[in-house]
T-cell receptor, first 112, second 114 residues
Framework: KQEVTQIPAALSVPEGENLVLNCSFT??????LQWFRQDPGKGLTSLLL?????REQTSGRLNASLDKSSGRSTLYIAASQPGDSATYLC???????????FGEGTQLTVNP | GAGVSQTPSNKVTEKGKYVELRCDPI?????LYWYRQSLGQGPEFLIY????????DSGLPNDRFFAVRPEGSVSTLKIQRTERGDSAVYLC????????????FGPGTRLTVT
């Protein structure tokens, strides 16, 4: 059974810092990996999707990398802003089946 | 519509009652998913539809939960004899059944069973 773990569970940084969120998964037979953002009381917003054949994806200040063989992904946020404060979730889609398996998320607070 | 929509946004019901939660996916998306998210946790898969049929319902916790998608678009999640442990946010997502299979989520329905 696929298990996804996110470290740290919570992170508080001053504005302007570069930061890294970590995601690990136990079964490397994945089709893709998605990073999501969730604001309090809201749904999930897709940030980046990395296919299993890709090593990284970039969108603005966000960069996500994938090392499928070691079962790890990182989300790098450059020059963090208070508006980046949210919970960040990673989820994997396995090659067999269509469900996403989620980690428990990292709650990020960026202080002005 | 432009995104996935879910109604109601909030539902409060008494223990033992029946509830229905509705999901309207992105137009043209053939795949539809239901997830449940408890406080402080990541979403957990419930059921997946491809077209009108439930292709994978292995995440439904018990037979009180049922979902339909009769015309391959709107889906309804039905919960019978609700229990306090059913309280959670129910999320719906849809995707195109080709390409990246990227899932797009709705805002969720917060269900509270008193």
């Amino acid at each position: 059974k696929q298990e996804v773990t996110q470290i740290p569970a919570a992170l508080s940084v001053p504005e302007g810092e570069n930061l890294v969120l970590n995601c690990s998964f136990t079964d490397s037979a994945i089709y893709n990996l998605q990073w999501f953002r969730q604001d309090p009381g809201k749904g999930l917003t897709s940030l980046l999707l990395i296919q299993s054949s890709q090593r990284e994806q970039t969108s603005g200040r966000l960069n996500a990398s994938l090392d499928k063989s070691s079962g790890r992904s990182t989300l790098y946020i450059a020059a963090s802003q208070p508006g980046d404060s949210a919970t960040y979730l990673c989820a994997v889609k396995e090659t067999s089946g269509s469900r996403l398996t989620f980690g428990e998320g990292t709650q990020l607070t960026v202080n002005p | 519509g432009a995104g996935v929509s879910q109604t109601p946004s909030n539902k409060v019901t008494e223990k033992g009652k029946y509830v229905e939660l509705r999901c309207d996916p992105i137009s043209g998306h053939t795949a539809l998913y239901w997830y449940r998210q408890s406080l402080g946790q990541g979403p957990e898969f419930l059921i997946y539809f491809q077209g009108t049929g439930a292709a994978d319902d292995s995440g439904l916790p018990n037979d009180r939960f049922f979902a339909v998608r009769p015309e391959g678009s709107v889906s309804t999640l039905k919960i019978q004899r609700t229990e306090r442990g059913d309280s959670a946010v129910y999320l719906c997502a849809s995707s195109s059944y080709r390409g990246s299979y990227e899932q797009y989520f709705g805002p969720g329905t917060r269900l509270t069973v008193t």
